[in-house]
C-alpha cells in the first residue's frame, strides 16, 4: 500500500511530480468542503510540486481571480492548517485555475482546459467527477470525445454508483467505453480514514489477533456508524438514497470486508480487493423472510434533547411525508469457514445520540467457570471515528474487594495520543493515489456489482414493505426495536460509555 502511513505533523515530505487534476463540479459543496483541503494540507506538507494545476470546472461564470477568492474562503473555514498557516494559503492559490464548462457537453467549447493541460503524455492527469451521477456518463464521453484521454488519464467518481445494480452497471458500462477499469477511481472516503487502513494493521500485523480473529473466538461482531447530525444541505440527495444506500451499500460493506476478508496475498490493488469481493460474494443472501427479521429500518422525528429542539426529518427536509429511512440496524452473516455462525450487525443513522464510527468485536465467554463472578464478555473496540483509537476490554481482580471480585477494565490505545499528530482527512490520501494511479484504496467495479447484488432484496423487501418503517426521536441510539435484533442471539449493542 502506497498511502496510509500516518505523518509527523511538522514534516515536510518530497513532492510528487507535477500533474494536472480537473475538479468537475468546483464550485460545489464537496470540493469546497473536502477536496480543496485535501490539497491544501498535502501542499502544506510539500507536496504539490511547481507545475501542478488543480482546474476547477464549472458552468458558472467565474474568473480565476473570482474561483481563487472563493477558493480561499472556503480555505479559511474548512482547512485544518488555514489557521496556523494562513500565509500558505495565498501561496496555494496560483496552482488553482478555473474553467467554466458544461463538462456534460460535448459540443461545448473545451479550448481553454485543453489548452490548460499540459501536452506530456507522461504526465498524471486526473479528472475527479463530483457532479450529479447522472453526469458521470456523459462527463466520461465528452472527455473522451475532447481527445483528452492519455495513457496516464484517471477519472475518479464520487458516490454514489447508481441507486441500484442496474443504474450502476449502466455508469460502469458508460465510463468503461472510454476508460479501462485501472483509469477508473471508485472513491469510496471511509478507505481514505486511516483507522479504517489500520484495521489491516490491526488484523495482518498482530499475530496475537489474526489467531484469534475467528469464530472459534469471536461471538459476534457490532459494526456502528451513528451521526448526529440530520441532512443538512444534501436533503433532496439523501430523500432518494437513504441510509442503506449512502451508507451500507458503500462505506459499511468496505468496513465489514476489512474487518472479514483472508489475509491478502500482497497489498496490491488486486489482492486486497479480489479478498474483500470474495466477503461481499459470501454475505448471506437476504430473503424476504430474512428482511422483515434481520432488518429494521427508521425515520427520526422531532424530539427534546440536552435541552435542545431537533427538528424531525420531515421538518428538516420540508416535506409532508417521505419513505426515506434515516437510520437502519441489520444482521448478516457471512458464509466462510471463518465465520460460520458468527452474527455481524450493522448500524447507522441521522440525529443519533452521538457521533461515533466503532466496530465491536465481541469474544466468546470463558467456557468454564473458575469465579464466582462471571467475567464480562471482552470486548476489541475500534474507534474509527472521532476519538479513534482501539480499546480492549478485560476482565481484572479488583483490588479494593475482599475476594476474588471482578472488574471490566480497558487497554486503551488513542492514535492521536501514540502518534502526536493531526489526523489527515481522508480525501488527502485519496486524491494522493488517484494521482499516483494507485487503485488500492478504490473500489473496483465488480465490488459495486456484488454490493448492490446483496443490497437489492433488501430495497425490494423494503419497497414491498415486509418491514415497515418504524419511528425514532431525534438524539436517541434508534428505534427500541434495535435492542431485540441482537437479544434474539443473546448479545446486546455495546454502547460506548459517555
Ligand atoms: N457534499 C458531500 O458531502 C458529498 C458529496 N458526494 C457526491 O459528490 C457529488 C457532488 O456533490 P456536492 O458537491 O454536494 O454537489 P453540489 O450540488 O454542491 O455541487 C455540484 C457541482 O457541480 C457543478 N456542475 C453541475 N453540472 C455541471 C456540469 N454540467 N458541468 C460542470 N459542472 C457542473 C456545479 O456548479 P455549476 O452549477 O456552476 O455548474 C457545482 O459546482 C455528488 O455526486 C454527491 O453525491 C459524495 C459524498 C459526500
Ligand atoms: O458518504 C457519506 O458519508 C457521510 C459520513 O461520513 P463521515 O466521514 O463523517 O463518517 C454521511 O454524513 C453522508 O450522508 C454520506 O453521504
Redesign the pocket.
Given at each position: 500500500m502506497t498511502t496510509g502511513s500516518t505523518r509527523d505533523d511538522s514534516s515536510v515530505q518530497s513532492p510528487v511530480a507535477a500533474f494536472d487534476f480537473v475538479i468537475?463540479?468546483?464550485?460545489?459543496?464537496?470540493?469546497?468542503?473536502?477536496l480543496l483541503p485535501a490539497f491544501f494540507e498535502q501542499f502544506c506538507r510539500g507536496r504539490i510540486a511547481v507545475g501542478t494545476k488543480i482546474i476547477?470546472?464549472?458552468?458558472?461564470?467565474?474568473t480565476d481571480e473570482a474561483y481563487r477568492q472563493r477558493a480561499k474562503e472556503g480555505l479559511q473555514q474548512f482547512a485544518a492548517s488555514a489557521k496556523s498557516a494562513p500565509d500558505k494559503i495565498e501561496a496555494f492559490l496560483p496552482f488553482l485555475h478555473y474553467v467554466?464548462?458544461?463538462?456534460?457537453?460535448r459540443h461545448a467549447d473545451w479550448t481553454r482546459l485543453t489548452s490548460l493541460l499540459d501536452q506530456d503524455e507522461g504526465r498524471s492527469r486526473v479528472f475527479y467527477?463530483?457532479?450529479?451521477?447522472r453526469?458521470?456518463v456523459?462527463?466520461a464521453e465528452a472527455i473522451a470525445h475532447n481527445g483528452l484521454i492519455t495513457d496516464t488519464t484517471r477519472l475518479v467518481?464520487?458516490?454514489?454508483i447508481g441507486t441500484d445494480l442496474t443504474s450502476a452497471d449502466a455508469i460502469n458500462d458508460g465510463v468503461g467505453k472510454h476508460f479501462r477499469e485501472e483509469q477508473v477511481f471508485r472513491?469510496d472516503?471511509y478507505l481514505g480514514k486511516q483507522t479504517v487502513q489500520n484495521i489491516l494493521a490491526l488484523r495482518f500485523a498482530n499475530p496475537v489477533l489474526e489467531r484469534i480473529w475467528d469464530a472459534d473466538s469471536i461471538a459476534c461482531v457490532q459494526i456502528t456508524a451513528a451521526e448526529t447530525v440530520g441532512v443538512g444541505?444534501?436533503g433532496p440527495?439523501y430523500d432518494t438514497?437513504g441510509a442503506l444506500r449512502d451508507m451500507v451499500q458503500n462505506h459499511l460493506l468496505q468496513v465489514l470486508c476489512l474487518v472479514a476478508m483472508e489475509p491478502p496475498t500482497a497489498l496490491s490493488a488486486t489482492d486486497l480487493r479480489d479478498e474483500k469481493l470474495k466477503i461481499l460474494r459470501a454475505l448471506k443472501p437476504m430473503t424476504s423472510e430474512g428482511v422483515a427479521r434481520d432488518t429494521i429500518r427508521g425515520q427520526y422525528v422531532a424530539a427534546a434533547a440536552n435541552g435542545e429542539q431537533i427538528p424531525g426529518y420531515l421538518e428538516d427536509l420540508g416535506t409532508p411525508a417521505s419513505h426515506t429511512e434515516t437510520w437502519l440496524a441489520l444482521r448478516t452473516e457471512i458464509r466462510t469457514p471463518r465465520w460460520a455462525g458468527v452474527p455481524f450487525y450493522i448500524r447507522t443513522g441521522k440525529r443519533m445520540a452521538r457521533k461515533e464510527t466503532e466496530i465491536v468485536i465481541q469474544f466468546r465467554p470463558q467456557p468454564w467457570p473458575v469465579f464466582q463472578d462471571t467475567p464480562e464478555p471482552g470486548f476489541l473496540i475500534l474507534r474509527i471515528q472521532p476519538d479513534e483509537g482501539v480499546s480492549l476490554s478485560l476482565s481484572s481482580k479488583d483490588p479494593t474487594a475482599p475476594g476474588f471480585r471482578l472488574r471490566e477494565t480497558q487497554l486503551d490505545v488513542s492514535y492521536p495520543q501514540a502518534f502526536g499528530v493531526r489526523y489527515p482527512d481522508s480525501y488527502e490520501d485519496l486524491l494522493m493515489a488517484a494521482v499516483a494511479g494507485d487503485q488500492v484504496l478504490f473500489i473496483r467495479r465488480d465490488e459495486v456489482t456484488a454490493a448492490w447484488q446483496w443490497v437489492e432484496p433488501i430495497l425490494k423487501g423494503w419497497a414491498e414493505d415486509v418491514r415497515p418503517m418504524e419511528t425514532y426521536a431525534a438524539g436517541t441510539q434508534g428505534p427500541a426495536s434495535s435492542d431485540a435484533l441482537l437479544a434474539r442471539d443473546g448479545f446486546a449493542w455495546k454502547e460506548s460509555a459517555v
Open positions: 468537475v463540479g468546483a464550485t460545489g459543496d464537496l470540493t469546497m468542503r473536502k476547477g470546472a464549472a458552468r458558472s461564470d467565474l467554466s464548462l458544461d463538462m456534460s457537453d467527477v463530483a457532479t450529479a451521477p453526469l458521470y456523459p462527463t467518481l464520487e458516490k454514489p472513491i472516503h444541505k444534501r440527495y438514497a
